[in-house]
Nanobody
Framework: QVQLVESGGGLVQAGGSLRLSCAAS????????MGWYRQAPGNRRELVAR???????NYADSVKGRFTISRDIAKNTVYLQMNSLKPEDTAVYYC?????????WGKGTQVTVSS
């Protein structure tokens, strides 16, 4: 089993910043690909950013240049630095880790950006 615990969400004004963290524990290797997804009310869950086992990253077009995903392998933790936040970034943000058998998800953390 794998457990993912997210933290760092909250309420911020447009233009502000937040940093999300996701700590992974359980039957994982430190090089498992990890990512952040988000889901706004009435919308489908969408990929925000992903970091591969080799450290390469990819981002949704809507967050490129504003968000940065990174990981601390020793801590089995992945981060999402979110800058220049916009009201449309408001959503529940979920951490994801890919394993050989299946994907695992955190419970999510709410990010609300006020205009």
């Amino acid at each position: 089993q794998v457990q993912l615990v997210e933290s760092g969400g909250g309420l911020v004004q447009a233009g502000g910043s937040l940093r999300l963290s996701c700590a992974a524990s359980g039957s994982i290797f430190s090089i498992n690909p990890m990512g952040w997804y988000r889901q706004a009310p009435g919308n489908r869950r969408e990929l925000v950013a992903r970091i591969s086992s080799g450290g390469s990253t990819n981002y949704a077009d809507s967050v490129k240049g504003r968000f940065t995903i990174s990981r601390d392998i020793a801590k089995n933790t992945v981060y999402l630095q979110m800058n220049s936040l916009k009201p449309e970034d408001t959503a529940v943000y979920y951490c994801n880790i890919e394993t050989i058998t299946r994907d695992y998800w955190g419970k999510g953390t709410q990010v609300t950006v006020s205009s």
